[in-house]
């Protein structure tokens, strides 16, 4: 067992890789395996410096890929474990992530957005949203939560392990590399207080009996030899998410009740858009905020009821329409006009998105 | 747990000089030969029968078969016992 | 909703991040909201070094704002840098004993100072950190000296301790930089 | 004439009777390692203790097997795999096994780290000198002037360089404190029990452990029950068959 | 200079892959770089085969990563390479592909879908749809044809390196296992004997003329410093983007016009469709067939056109809807009701979407 | 008192003046490397022939250092696309230039497979026992006891393994007859001089080498210039500096 | 629109694909449209094999179609296997020489040869796979004879040249398998 | 093509008894002070000038300065050159 570090609340003025870390440990996770890049490094390095105290376990392995397949390892031995990691790293633990999609394991993965494609930048950006949700040559069962600051990522860390091994899909929280570096006040504390309870962590591997008298042997695998083997399989994943989703589905409404401009944005754009919003309520103008909390997947019904009611849409990311396009696919049938402000790999400010709702208004009012 | 498995197959009894039984599981025999080649008195011929994939099963001359066992060790699919009596 | 935007900016050598850093770290633990961002790219060393911080009263929004209020750039290309954060509500500092340029955009007050001279001449080269840490505090006017020095000792007590007379050091570059901004009177 | 046998055949505790026969083709040299493998674990009572690992590739069809916590991976991702359990849970001995494209070509990272730390592991690779699940390719290991899919003239190594020698790779850069590297071959299984012996006992006391087998792939070979053999004496020309390193102790 | 090995029309009867191979020859192409995986290993056996006769180059590289990576090495040093790859394979190339994306690099690579996510099947699926034309950590500046059958394969083959050289975008032919393994006729042909000229192909490393004096050095590179610098760049990525696409979008429409049922379906798929048609039309049902041929750029307009014409839509794939949620992206606020038909894996017959038309118009008609 | 200078510092040929200062941080080992392997190339007049591709970790901070063509890749690629380009333009000098980490970690499956092979081509690892570009973690050639961000209470051999050792590890895999395997080390810049010329005179012939440099990383390493140079004595008595091997006749 | 669609399935060593290679082939020189699809699993033996072919007088449109029009099983396996690809309009051709089960799926009509016995006892157990091509040819009634013969020879041209005499045992075979389905009446 | 590229700096003449001229170029220096340690004469000191990153260069002590190049061939950043003359 793991010792953990918060046990009364404790507030603290930390980067958000520390608050990855700390909230890991909250959680009681036993183990991280991972491969730097930035913008995660100090998730791990946190997590390193704290070994002594927490006595948990850390493997830095290979490259990502390694990272991606000893973590499903670690989980198959029934550890409560998790990596890290981040662009062109996010790319190649897909590997990892795709078999851990295709055997329901409770896979943990904190992603640190950066620039894309390829290297690209170390910075910002949520060019990973698609690649998060669906990358590999899957369906995308998978789920996601994006965070907008530092208490969504002690609260939604936590609660990544409590999802996946529950529901038993990969489990992402989508961050970025501004939330990871920067630094604001957050009030950490032990999940107990708030009434949760860690999922237990049952070990697919080594499970307790003795094979052959207590139980069989577990045999686990992927691959299938007849197409409908894999259909099959398939389709009642297909269920289990359906069912899944509507337990898990999260979002936040901000002054949308009675929005005529709908801003829908996720992770820490819209905490941009939240500045924007008073800022355009100040000048008499009705915006509201929809933001998907878990982007994958999506909270359809509450979605589509906010951009019936508006009289405009805007989508606004730091990349070219990768939550919109998941958005429209669910919104198809609605007819509310929509516009876009995308910044590839760049940061949306409040002021970006006054200046487009105020166009947006006034073209609507020349028409 | 797992239940008890049938084997079919068939037996050459009294091989060695009477000294052990040779059998051959025929649902586990996919024919490759290659016990043939190890078997140090070259005893081994095609069978009548056949294994799982319709190919012809081995058998042993009884007469030459010393009983060694080789062909059961090198067998990938165990698909060959001699039991020594 | 008073919110403070700051952007510091500065060559890899000029401690502008651990100005940040101590600063920010004063407004947390005055009770106040703080969001702070460090700029980093693929260089460990070199280019410009940027600090974005905010200190408000109320919950911050955005991480990343457009337009700065108060604009610190310490060498020709942290002036080019800080361009872009500049609106008619800013007012831009820099050092012109280290700068051969000149902030040229638009603005509502370009300030001048020379703590890179002063701090070489009157104290020591190494406190022209702290010394633009008392620009700062005087020109963002949202935190009290008391905060900062508090800050100070979370960030350089250790120090300090060994060598008691740096601390001394460290308070008059602070008040000399504060100086430099009352003089000129944001 | 066929009817149902009072005997059973000689399957290993640690072979999984229920699955019936083998996936592999006939005369593959998987069903010969595994076997020995199987009847190893038994010898050594790791029964309870072990985790089997299988990659991409003809070891594949081995998901089912044995009768051992088992787990299919993806191609050249077993190693990882594999130390992810033994890191997580300590203990574990844990077999990582695969062929030798999954073990030289696209997971030849996590063969030198994984030998350069020396993880808790042991790691087997079936070296067939061709890739044979994907319709028999060259390998890294293809033998000189070997035909294959993308060799249809035969290897020139002068193009693709000459064939890799796992064992000899890995003993260079596993710590001798803690490693035991051999190699041995299908032709003589007896002997290969005994290099399973040794790999397996020092896994199970903390090491870590590489063994490449010499193994045969009739259907790519396009070879008979004799050229089979054949081929594999030409082999282990190539391939020295021998321990290459032994930790001291490890008798 | 490779030699060609068809140079007057030839009709063969042969495999999927082994077209390919021919179809690369006759685009003159000169190198192969490639790791074995089904269902396209054929491809890589062809081309081996025929080298004595065509003189071109290969290598079989130690994995999908440098075979991508090493792709892109050729390419740069002005060779018209290429390579090919499928399910997980296509999952860890994406390293590279994020690469030629951010570079603009003439990658041409041809997919050949199977089962997923994760290893999965070696047979057939439309698995890969999104990760062909959007994986890694980018925005999916890509261009992919999708096939449906061997004279596709040999035609959009050789319009992929064009298409690719052309525009400097990542080019992909996109088709399955089925047409892979699959053997029917198909009519080889020499490009140039349809006025197809193949585009030149430059080098970008060691071009003509000496350092310092022709020319200077070449500097290629896929990182940037700032996040402003990335976006600057994107954006007129996107502006070439746009421009291209208006060019290069492709559809084939079946009995589309007078259509009340559309049936969208791409690849494989879209052939099924077409049988499905037919018999439904025998029957007195007024379907018809959309099936865009890039969908990557999607043929935006014509489909818009085509869904509004129509009384009901039907998406099917054998995917579980990867086309239909890049579709539905671009068809909001259109209202045309629509239905689905997805196999994740497997293949859709005829009868298949016979029956299911049979039921929505069924359906419409008790409403 | 600074004026303008009537004379030119004394950069190679093969060095980019127009992009002024490196972009690495003061007292960089990569910058002492990079200067030499410029006049090495100077030197042999391969100016033209030469193809530089830098990998992710500092080395991209060469991106446009070299006045020669070249490709900044992606972090452990830089062996397959300048291999991908010899193989397809053969008579190109193509360097491939990393860290200890893109070489012997992400990109050990490239590592070694190049060396099997014996590509075409001078691979470059600039050892710095740690990941210098993303912050100071351990890397695999990470020093007993070396204190890093992942290793923050020094690196302990028994749980993270021993340092890998490059150079060893290549010249046990390449092929004797075409390559070229040495370690040098910044601490003496004219050797490595010579090492450089033996490495591409090999490759400008066709063969393969490869060469492993023990460079300085005094930012992670928080070290002065008094520890810079200390700390490189210390390498230096845990990573032999030699030559590996030498193919017959390079001189 | 004539298209007839088989399903041609068995062990690993029977010769499916082989048998429906020559099928196709001869198809593909008769000038008729083809779409052969080879089943492949990740066992590159064992496992059930099956080859799906279409022969039709125009474009063939769908490549993977859900019920044949002939199935051919030639085990127990390949009987269950093919249950799936059964309507009532199919014809399902077993061998119950090898066969312990028979086909159960709904049907228009189930036919039992003997193909494998009368290949050991009357020609060779090597020409039992030309046998059931023999039979295929008879009840698909698409192609002539002559046309197989001829695909024949492109396929096992070779080795008849070498030993002229299994050239004669193969067209005995296929002249078996044909009077086989004759007998039954398709 | 390349246009001259103009360096500022500054010069330490005649060292080496008045064998050479020694030369800083000061937007390249970055005071990392590696060549410091390397002078076989332990003759280099910072100076009063500063660098690329406003750290201090450094210099020679005439006197000692034997004119033998090591720092500027130990330099990383090509920052100091001698002229023998
Ligand atoms: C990422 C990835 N690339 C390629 C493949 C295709 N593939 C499957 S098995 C195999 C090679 C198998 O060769 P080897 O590892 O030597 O095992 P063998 O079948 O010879 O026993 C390949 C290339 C795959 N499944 N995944
Ligand atoms: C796929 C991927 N994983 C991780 C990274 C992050 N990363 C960038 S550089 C680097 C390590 C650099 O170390 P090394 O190769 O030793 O070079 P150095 O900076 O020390 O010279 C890492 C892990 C990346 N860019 N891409
Ligand atoms: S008994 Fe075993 S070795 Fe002999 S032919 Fe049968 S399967 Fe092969
Ligand atoms: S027991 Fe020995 S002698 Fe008898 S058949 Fe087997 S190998 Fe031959
Ligand atoms: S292809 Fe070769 S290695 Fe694979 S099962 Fe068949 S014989 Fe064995
Ligand atoms: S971090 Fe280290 S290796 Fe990287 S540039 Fe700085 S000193 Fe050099
Ligand atoms: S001259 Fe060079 S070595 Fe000396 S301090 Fe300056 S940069 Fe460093
Ligand atoms: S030239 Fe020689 S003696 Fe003079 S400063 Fe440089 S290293 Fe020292
Ligand atoms: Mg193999
Ligand atoms: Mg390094």
Not at chain 3, 72 to 98: F, G, M, P, Q
Not at chain 4, 225 to 251: A, D
Request: with cysteine.
């Amino acid at each position: 067992m793991v010792k953990k570090l918060i046990t009364q609340d404790t507030r603290m003025f930390l980067t958000g890789n520390e608050v990855i870390a700390y909230a890991a440990n909250a959680a009681e996770a036993e183990f991280m395996y991972g491969y730097p890049i930035t913008p995660q490094n100090e998730i791990m390095h946190t997590w390193c410096k704290l070994l002594p105290k927490t006595e948990a376990g850390f493997l830095q392995t290979e490259d990502e890929i390694s990272a991606g397949f000893s973590t499903i390892g670690g989980i198959l031995a029934g550890k409560r474990a998790f990596t890290a990691t981040a662009g062109p790293g996010n790319v190649i633990m897909q590997d990892a992530q795709s078999m851990a999609e295709m055997m329901r394991i409770p896979f943990v993965c904190a992603v640190m957005q950066r620039g894309g494609p390829s290297t690209a930048t170390v910075i910002y950006a949520q060019q990973e949203t698609r690649l998060t949700c669906f990358g590999g040559n899957g369906e995308g069962f998978r789920i996601v939560y994006s965070t907008a600051g530092h208490q969504d990522l002690y609260d939604y860390m936590i609660k990544s392990f409590n999802t996946a091994w529950k529901y038993r899909f990969p489990t992402f929280m989508l961050a970025d590399g501004y939330q990871g570096k920067m630094r604001e006040p957050v009030t950490l504390y032990d999940p107990k207080s708030r009434g949760i309870t860690m999922e237990p962590t049952p070990a697919a591997l080594r499970a307790p009996g003795v094979i052959g008298v207590d139980r069989e042997a577990t045999h686990l695998r992927n691959t299938f030899n007849l197409e409908e083997e894999l259909m099959e399989q398939l389709d009642k994943y297909q269920i289990d998410y359906d069912k899944m989703s509507k337990e898990v589905e999260e979002y936040l409404e901000y002054k949308a009740e009675d929005a005529e401009v709908l801003i829908i944005a996720h992770g820490i754009v819209a905490r941009s858009a939240m500045t924007a919003v008073d800022e355009l309520r100040a000048k008499g103008i009705k915006a509201g905020l929809f933001r998907p909390i878990t982007i994958r997947p999506l909270p359809v019904e509450p979605m589509r009821k906010a951009v019936k009611r508006a009289k405009q849409v805007l989508f606004t990311e730091s990349a070219n329409g990768q939550l919109a396009q998941m958005c429209l696919e669910k919104l198809y049938g609605l007819t509310t006009p929509y516009q876009t402000l995308f910044k590839m790999g760049v940061g949306v400010t409040g002021d970006d998105i006054v200046a487009k709702v105020e166009t947006m208004v006034q073209e609507m009012a020349n028409v | 747990m797992a239940e008890e498995i049938q084997y079919k197959g068939y037996k050459v009894a009294d091989v060695a000089k009477g000294k052990a039984d040779w059998y051959m599981f025929t649902d586990l025999c996919k024919g490759c030969g290659l016990c043939m080649v190890k078997c140090p008195k070259k005893c081994l011929k095609w069978s009548k029968e056949v294994g799982l994939y319709q190919t012809p099963c081995v058998e042993p001359d009884p007469e030459l078969c010393i009983g060694c066992g080789t062909c059961a060790m090198v067998c990938p699919d165990s698909a060959i016992k001699v039991v020594k009596k | 909703m008073a919110r403070t935007k700051i952007v510091l900016a500065g060559e890899g050598g000029q401690g502008v991040q651990s100005v940040a850093k101590i600063l920010v770290e004063a407004g947390y633990e005055a009770g106040k909201e703080i969001l702070y961002i460090p700029n980093f790219g693929v260089e460990q060393r070199g280019g410009v070094s940027v600090a974005f911080c905010q200190i408000a009263d109320e919950k911050i929004g955005e991480p990343r704002f457009a337009k700065g209020d108060i604009i610190i750039a310490l060498s020709d290309r942290a002036i080019a840098r800080c361009e872009t954060y500049t609106s008619e509500n800013s007012v831009v500092v820099y050092d012109s004993s280290v700068c051969t340029t000149k902030p040229t955009a638009k603005c509502k007050e370009v300030i001048a100072v020379e703590a890179n001279k002063i701090a070489n001449e009157q104290l020591s080269a190494r406190v022209f950190n702290i010394m633009i840490l008392g620009v700062l505090l005087k020109a963002t006017n949202v935190l009290k000296l008391e905060d900062i020095k508090n800050a100070m000792e979370i960030a350089l007590g250790k120090k300090f301790d060994a060598k008691p007379e740096l601390r001394e050091l460290n308070y008059k570059a602070l008040e000399m930089g504060m100086a430099m901004v009352e003089k000129v009177g944001v | 004439m066929i009817t149902t046998l009072d005997v059973k055949p000689d399957l290993a505790k640690a072979q999984n009777a229920a699955a019936g026969a083998s996936k592999f083709c006939p005369g593959c040299g998987h069903g010969m390692i595994l076997k020995t493998l199987a009847k190893t674990i038994d010898e050594l009572e790791l029964n309870e203790r072990a985790v089997f690992g299988c990659d991409i590739g003809c070891s594949l069809l081995s998901w089912n097997y044995m009768n051992l916590d088992t787990v299919q991976t993806h191609h050249g991702r077993t190693t990882p795999v594999i130390y992810g359990v033994t890191r997580a849970n300590p203990g574990t001995v844990g077999i990582a096994y695969m062929g030798d494209g999954g073990g030289l070509a696209i997971g030849a990272q996590h063969l030198v780290n994984a030998a350069t730390r020396s993880e808790n592991l042991l790691v087997i690779v079936a070296n067939n000198t061709n890739y044979g699940m994907t319709g028999g390719q060259m390998s890294p290991t293809t033998m000189p002037g070997q035909k294959t899919e993308t060799t249809p003239y035969g290897r020139d190594c002068e193009v693709t360089g000459r064939p890799a020698k796992a064992a000899e790779l890995v003993a260079s850069i596993a710590d001798p404190n803690k490693s035991y590297v051999a190699r041995a071959s299908v032709s003589n299984l007896r002997k290969l029990n005994t290099v399973f012996k040794k790999a397996l006992k020092n896994v199970a006391d903390g090491g870590y452990s590489f063994v490449e087998v010499l193994s045969v792939c009739p259907l790519n070979w396009r070879t008979n029950n004799e050229g089979t053999w054949e081929r594999l004496k030409t082999m282990e020309e190539c391939f020295e068959v021998k321990e290459f390193l032994v930790k001291e102790g490890l008798e």
